[in-house]
């Protein structure tokens, strides 16, 4: 009986301070979290391991130099000598490293407690500081970071008692996510769509269902929107999108996507702000920003409810929608709910935090690390261009979702090993003015749950092509699966942090292979609906749907499908069944299509997008503003032929190449008047283009047949890569012929172009 008071008064202790802004006043005991003070000075807001250890807390991510403090007051009704624990720990300790990063001091009224905090425990726990004095009335707290290397505190507990504060795992759980209703009743609010998660998926279900009439809470853990695509994780958007069997898909996302020039990409490309005016923008999203899902109500086989915690300040909030949309990456909704699922258990990808450097006008010391991976500069690839990108990954076979603070930590001690290396070790002389300039310390994860659908898509379904009667959403990057690269684990194999890509060459990258709708509803939660990484597909075929626009043009569909539903009052299931023609007419619409309900007339605006093509919205050169031009996608083609886009100038939507002998392009030009006329082709020269590639010229009525040969290494004769390749006159209205041959080029034959223009 003794036992079963003492842990229900420990559960009423952690359950009480959820509630409570800034401090938890009883007689004699104040618990303080540190998400709620009313500064966080340089301290980061880290809410990314709230279901793994409990709860948010503040990160000191000063890259080695210390950050500023965070501060707030306590109102204390009882002055006296109180004991003081700080919930923290040691972050390299569970590695046995030297030295304690993490240090940081508590002040109290200006006064630093004498116990140095971070120095203890390999798992987070109370660390005790003392007896401290606390006056009647308001007291300021501070934590002052000591190191700039990631300090970590989520809570300070103040007793008279000398009672050590509860750490059992089991009571937290419980405090935060299935009995916050004792002490306090959850705000109540109601939609149409509940979507949780704020990156490019859930922004394009939230929109998308928003313009289509929808009332919709947007529901994202933190304070910007974008996920791995916003200023906090700089991935640049990838995956090509407005093309395919339905290229108005992905116009919601062209609005909000980045335009970054490399992975990681700079603070101001990633447009934070952009994001969030748009989101605001649309008066049937509610945006809800720094709440954590973390329990969901189901009636029978529907979700009816999803409570969210203010991240700040502890206030519980239940959304309760029609249906829900799952876009957390981690398929977190659909867990919770009882959702089928699967996760590889061996091999999976891992997660990702990039880096930046740069070079500053006079030299700049940087701290030795001790307690970071041992590292000189051969045990990983040199940082050039001043970053390090996507391939500083590690964890790929811990537990991406159990785990997730250790793998980001890790990721944490490679990156400052290695700068060390640049810095204090033998890549000093090199690095005198080397500065660190950031690190990201919200990791990137590629791979954990995926929610099982009607569909589950395979690598065979999508190499050999497999049409769907629903494929809609185009997936054009590559099958690309990472693994981590031997040269660079020999000294840390049970954890590599260097990935390699391999990139599957079955996915046409230009029109896209299109993914079923049946991928994005699961198959025994009837009104859930998923968007992201976490959708209905194997361990392969999300190497190539995986990537950012894509996952964005999947929350466009589903926004557009949530919408049928609410109208008809049917399932996801049922949107497939019953009304694929509705969706199909609904995907066919500008993204900018709205109605104010799901009752009222679509407008389309003035501003709606081009339509764009089957290979996607041009962004080349506009044939129509030369004369005389036809481009590549008005032409004929014979044999094997791949498009791109890599080398500019080009005509509309790209350029075609092919090696295969078989191949063969042919324009067909016609002549508006009587004249002489100066035959053309564009294209772009480059070193693995035809040396000798055959071009034909010949008549409608094949009264005039010419051959010229052309060095396609060499550089046009004229501007916009075009290149005469004979002169001809012509009739009114007759027709000319040009084409190329790849048999015996001795390279590539690029085709962009043909042109007769006036010889005069």
Request: net charge positive; aromatic share 10%; glycine share 10%.
């Amino acid at each position: 009986m003794q036992l079963l008071l003492i842990k229900m008064n420990r559960f009423l202790l952690t359950l009480i301070a959820l509630f409570t802004p800034a401090w938890l006043l009883q007689a004699e005991r104040i618990l303080v979290e540190t998400e709620s003070f009313s500064d966080h000075g340089g301290w980061k807001l880290d809410t990314q391991f709230i279901r793994e250890m409990g709860s948010p807390y503040l990160l000191a991510h000063g890259l080695g130099s210390p950050v500023k403090d965070a501060t707030t007051i306590i109102e204390v009704k009882e002055g006296g000598s109180y004991q003081l624990f700080a919930r923290t720990k040691d972050w390299v300790a569970r590695w046995g490293a030297k030295g304690q990063p993490g240090r940081f001091q508590i002040i109290v009224n200006g006064t630093p407690v004498k116990t140095t905090f971070g120095t203890k425990g390999a798992q987070w726990d109370w660390q005790g500081g003392g007896q401290i004095q606390l006056k009647k009335g308001k007291n300021t707290l501070a934590l002052r970071d000591l190191t700039g290397f990631n300090g970590r505190c989520d809570a300070i507990y103040l007793t008279l008692n000398k009672e050590i504060p509860p750490n059992d795992s089991d009571i937290l759980a419980d405090w935060r996510r299935e009995l916050l209703g004792i002490t306090k009743k959850p705000l109540e609010k109601a939609y149409d769509l509940v979507v949780v998660g704020g990156g490019y998926s859930g922004l394009g279900a939230a929109i998308s269902g928003a313009r289509m009439g929808c009332k919709v809470a947007l529901i994202q853990d933190r304070g910007v929107l974008g996920g791995n695509g916003s200023s906090e994780v700089r991935v640049w958007a990838k995956g090509n999108i407005r093309r395919g069997k339905y290229p108005r898909i992905g116009e919601i996302i062209e609005e909000i996507c980045d335009h970054a020039k490399k992975s990681p990409g700079t603070y101001e490309e990633f447009e934070d702000a952009k994001k969030e005016a748009i989101v605001r923008a649309e008066k049937n999203i509610d945006l809800q920003f720094f709440h954590h899902a973390f329990k969901v109500e189901k009636q029978g086989n529907k979700v009816s409810a999803v409570h969210a915690f203010n991240v700040r300040n502890g206030q519980v909030t239940r959304f309760s929608g029609l249906l829900f949309v799952d876009a957390t990456g981690h398929g977190t909704i659909g867990f919770l709910a009882g959702a089928d699922h699967t996760m590889t258990e061996k091999g999976r990808m891992g997660m990702s935090n990039m880096w930046a450097w740069a070079n500053d006008a006079s030299e700049v010391s940087y701290p030795e690390t001790p307690w970071a991976l041992d590292l000189n500069m051969m045990d990983f690839p040199y940082p050039r261009d001043f970053h390090g990108p996507w391939y500083w990954e590690s964890g790929y076979d811990k537990d991406p979702l159990g785990d997730a603070e250790g793998i980001r930590d890790w990721n944490l001690r490679a990156v400052f090993g290695a700068f060390n290396a640049m810095k204090n070790r033998d890549g000093a002389d090199k690095h005198k003015n080397a500065k660190l300039t950031w690190v990201a310390y919200i990791g990137g994860p590629r791979e954990s749950r995926r929610l099982l659908g009607d569909v589950i898509l395979t690598e065979e379904d999508i190499v050999t092509k497999r049409e769907f009667p629903d494929g809609c959403v185009p997936s054009t990057w590559s099958i690309d699966l990472h693994y981590p690269k031997k040269q660079y684990a020999q000294k840390f194999p049970e954890n590599p942090f260097i990935s390699y890509a391999v990139h599957g060459k079955g996915v046409d990258r230009s029109y896209g292979y299109p993914v079923p709708y049946r991928c994005f509803y699961s198959r025994n939660i009837e009104n859930l609906f998923m968007a992201g990484r976490c959708i209905s597909v194997t361990h392969e075929a999300l190497g190539t749907v995986r990537v950012m626009k894509t996952c964005g043009m999947m929350g466009e569909v589903v926004g557009r499908a949530a919408s049928i539903c609410i109208q008809k009052d049917c399932l996801p299931r049922d949107v497939y069944e019953s009304h694929l023609d509705d969706l199909i007419e609904l995907i066919n619409l500008p993204g900018k299509a709205f109605r104010p309900t799901v009752k009222d007339k679509i407008i389309i605006p003035d501003d709606a997008m081009q339509l764009a093509g089957r290979y996607g919205a041009p962004n080349g050169l506009d044939p129509k503003k030369f004369p005389g031009v036809v481009d590549d996608s008005q032409a004929s083609f014979k044999g094997k032929w791949i498009r791109g886009q890599g080398l500019k100038p080009y005509f509309s939507f790209g350029y075609q190449y092919s090696s295969d002998p078989e191949s063969i392009a042919t324009f067909t030009l016609e002549a508006p008047k009587a004249g002489q006329y100066d035959t053309r082709i564009a294209y772009q020269p480059h070193p693995n283009r035809g040396k000798s590639v055959s071009v034909d010229i010949t008549t409608g009525d094949k009264t005039i047949k010419m051959n010229s040969i052309v060095n396609m290494t060499q550089k046009p004769s004229f501007e916009n890569g075009f290149h005469s390749v004979g002169k001809i006159t012509l009739r009114k209205g007759q027709k000319v012929m040009v084409s190329l041959h790849a048999k015996g080029s001795h390279g590539n034959v690029h085709v962009d172009a043909a042109q007769l223009h006036p010889a005069d």
